[in-house]
């Protein structure tokens, strides 16, 4: 069965400091994966997504993620973190399902990324 | 802006109670998914529905049933709510790859 996991509940870091959000996966076959981002009181916004191609995949907002097929993981990464950031991550991968095309995602349990001014 | 849209934004009512939640997906989407956010289970996978008819389910309650209409939108209906059916509820249409999310439906049951 697919999963991922999120190792972090919580992940602290200063503003201007570089933020590692960690996640985790197993899947069978070749892994397509996500990750969202959940302000408060707000829906979920993709970010960026993990296909095919190079393993550093650039998204929204200054993300960018590692995918690294050797360790499982799929890291959220920014160079320099800001205060607008702090929000709930979410990291999910595809479930294909008995019928291939679009199927349901299976998410993380999230992690909450405080950036402290 | 997602362009999905899901309404009420916000709901209350009573243990007992049913109710409807309404989602239209970004124009051109076939595909709506509904998914539910508690604070016990995270993010669960509900249902899905493409192009008119049921495609996946996941941990859905037999209280629970979905539909979608022929202009895409589709209703998730909620029975015999219990206080552990409060919850975010979100609805989500696909795009190439990722899925696009609304805001959601807050259920508050009493």
């Known amino acids: 069965a697919q999963s991922v996991a999120q190792p972090e509940d919580q992940v602290n870091v200063a503003e201007g400091n570089p933020l590692t959000v960690k996640c985790t996966y197993s899947?069978?076959?070749?892994?397509?994966l996500f990750w969202y981002v959940q302000y408060p009181n707000r829906g979920l916004q993709f970010l960026l997504k993990?296909?095919?191609?190079?393993?550093l995949v650039k998204g929204s907002y200054g993300f960018e993620a590692e995918f690294n097929k050797s360790q499982t993981s799929f890291h959220l990464k920014k160079p320099s973190a800001l205060v607008s950031d702090s929000a709930l991550y979410f990291c999910?991968?595809?479930?294909?399902?008995?019928?291939?095309?679009?199927?349901?995602?299976?998410f993380g349990a999230g992690t909450r990324l405080a950036v402290h001014p | 802006d997602s362009g999905v849209t899901q309404t009420p934004k916000h709901l209350i009512t009573a243990t007992g109670q049913r109710v409807t939640l309404r989602c239209s997906p970004r124009?051109?989407?076939?595909?709506v998914y509904w998914y539910q956010q508690s604070l016990d289970q995270g993010l669960q996978f509900l249902i899905q529905y493409y192009n008119g008819e049921e495609r996946a389910k996941g941990n859905i309650l037999e209280r629970f049933s979905a539909q979608q209409f022929p202009d895409l939108h589709s209703e998730l209906n909620l029975s015999s709510l219990e206080l552990g059916d409060s919850a975010l509820y979100f609805c989500a249409s696909a795009g190439e790859d990722e899925q696009f999310f609304g805001p959601g439906t807050r259920l508050t049951v009493l």
């Open positions: 993990y296909i095919t191609g190079d393993n």
């Open positions: 999910a991968v595809r479930d294909w399902g008995f019928s291939g095309g679009y199927n349901k995602l299976i």
């Open positions: 124009s051109g989407d076939l595909s």
């Open positions: 899947v069978s076959g070749n892994p397509y």
